[in-house]
T-cell receptor
Framework: SQELEQSPQSLIVQEGKNLTINCTSS?????LYWYKQKYGEGLIFLMM?????EEKSHEKITAKLDEKKQQSSLHITASQPSHAGIYLC??????????FGAGTRLTVKP | DSGVTQTPKHLITATGQRVTLRCSPR?????VYWYQQSLDQGLQFLIQ???????AKGNILERFSAQQFPDLHSELNLSSLELGDSALYFC?????????????FGSGTRLTVV
């Protein structure tokens, strides 16, 4: 999607390290979603952020939404091999259909 | 199991052929979305249906069509298939057609055109 830019495109970290993935929108956001995908498999819903300044956590994954900057960050604390996969941010433009960023491929080395 | 069922899981077919992909949304969800995921294009939105009506169109080719039936299941029809149509096709569902409702994805149909 050209509306959503994710960075970095790929990330290799040592197990136990923290990491951050960013998602920036070129248009006004009506909600920001984070999904995780194992290669070739379906998308697993992680979190949905709707309000500026909102922050949500699920286990060791925290996501924040900066509405003014039209961006969101996903932070993983003390990464584990189970965190490996592709992280996708999605945004509900037109308050309707969701568009996705190109994804960030995360590798966690034991 | 996400509650969204897609069949078949894998499909291999020849160029020029036509296939139908099926999606059963999560119980209670009225909206169905179709996405195509290929290595070079990422996850691309194709089309959305809400309670049987088409609501939004994305990058869907004219060779592709979809519909949502009264029981809310949806089918994506792909015709005159080309090698470039090889991809993972995902279906997602949600309760509403707008606003803060989360999307639930199926496990996808992997289409290989040979």
């Amino acid at each position: 999607s050209q509306e959503l830019e994710q960075s970095p495109q790929s990330l290799i970290v040592q197990e136990g390290k923290n990491l951050t993935i960013n998602c920036t929108s070129s248009k006004t956001l009506y909600g920001l979603y984070w999904y995780k995908q194992k290669y070739g498999e379906g998308l697993i819903f992680l979190m949905m952020l709707q309000k500026g300044g909102e922050e949500k956590s699920h286990e060791k994954i925290t996501a924040k939404l900066d509405e003014k900057k039209q961006q969101s960050s996903l932070h993983i604390t003390a990464s584990q091999p189970s965190h490996a996969g592709i992280y996708l941010c999605g945004a509900g433009y037109n308050n309707n259909d969701m568009r996705f960023g190109a994804g960030t491929r995360l590798t966690v080395k034991p | 199991d996400s509650g969204v069922t897609q069949t078949p899981k894998h499909l291999i077919t020849a160029t020029g052929q036509r296939v139908t992909l099926r999606c059963s949304p999560r119980s209670g969800d009225l909206s169905v979305y179709w996405y195509q995921q290929s290595l070079d294009q990422g996850l691309q939105f194709l089309i959305q249906y809400y309670n049987g009506e088409e609501r939004a169109k994305g990058n869907i080719l004219e060779r592709f069509s979809a519909q949502q039936f009264p029981d809310l299941h949806s089918e994506l029809n792909l015709s005159s298939l080309e090698l470039g149509d090889s991809a993972l096709y995902f279906c997602a569902s949600r309760f509403g057609d707008r606003g803060g409702y989360g999307y639930t994805f199926g496990s996808g149909t992997r289409l290989t055109v040979v």
